[in-house]
């Protein structure tokens, strides 16, 4: 709550900032989303390889 007041109050170039930063959370959840995903589907090969189980992904 903090943080979101003092970016409408402060000046344009803390602005970009705040896109800044912005963008870089919307980066890190793209990298750790990508990361699930990977994790996930070398999860169903190994099942696969294991126990014969069938996973389409």
Do not use: A, Q
């Not at 709550?1 to 959840?29: A, F, G, Q, Y």
């Not at 793209?30 to 014969?52: A, D, E, P, R, W």
């Amino acid at each position: 709550m903090l943080p979101s007041v003092h970016w409408k109050v402060s000046s344009s170039t803390n602005d970009n900032d705040h896109i800044r930063r912005e963008n870089d959370c919307n980066l890190s959840h793209f990298v750790i989303t990508c990361f699930t995903l990977f994790f996930f589907k070398y999860f169903s090969l190994i099942n696969i390889k294991n126990h014969g189980i069938h996973i389409y992904v």
